[in-house]
């Protein structure tokens, strides 16, 4: 691999630190200082059920894999390394800010850190999507599609449930149906079309949001059949979508 495509020392260092900072910022709420994220949270009936945040431990580990690699190598696997390690850094860093805020209930702040965590790592998604480094070992490639994937799904579900927390928090009826059903169509179809075009190289992508989806119709149960269905619905989309994005994917590589 060339030397302009590896990546910096420090944008390394910054990669490892980031990982570490994100890892280590939820122990403060466990430690008693500030609210949790679920505490300054207002409880919506398109909150997924607490389980499916245990994909953070996924993550997690995933960050330290991707982090460790980075510093070893230098490279992601992947043709833009530098960038793609920007952009994942800015998702640690955000997510050690973003416990930091919600610890001290800074409502609408979260969101927009969140927000900015989806956008990086959905540019990643598009970056490490693409073509692998023929210099390197493909499972570095592969790695970093894992994580990237992962993140950037659970990101951007997460995205639009703390938005839709501060509306609630703003006054919104956390109970009522029909405009949290509307920011769940919203953030389908930003999953699908991101899965339509990504999704047949990052299965990571679908794979979180549908993880998420069940969760949410782990608590509507029985109560809200309209979430429940709206659920199921961008669940088989998201199905469909990601066989149309895999066959576009397989035609592609056989064109090259």
Known sequence: MGVQTRVSASLATAAVVGAIA???????????????????????????????????????????????????????????PARVTADVSVAFFGAAVWILFSAAEWKWVTSIVLTIMAVALIDA??????????????????????????????????????????????????????????????GAVVATIITLFLGGVLIGFPLTVIWALIGIMVTAGGETPAVTAVCLATIFVLVISTGISMYAARLRARAT
């Open 125 to 186: 998604a598009r970056l490490v999507a693409g073509p692998r480094d023929p210099d390197a070992p493909s499972w570095r490639a592969a790695l970093t599609r894992v994580l990237v994937g992962i993140y950037a799904g659970w990101a951007t579900a997460a995205m639009f449930q703390n938005w839709a927390s501060d509306a609630a928090d703003a006054g919104a009826d956390a109970d009522a149906a029909g405009w949290q059903i509307v920011v769940l169509l919203v």
């Open 22 to 80: 994100a890892i280590l910022a939820p122990l403060l709420p466990f430690a008693g200082v500030g609210a949790s994220p679920n505490e300054s949270t207002v409880d919506l009936l398109i909150t997924p059920a607490g389980y499916t945040f245990s994909i953070w431990s996924v993550i997690y580990l995933l960050s330290l894999a991707f982090a460790g690699m980075v510093v070893l190598t230098r490279s992601t696997g992947t043709e833009e």
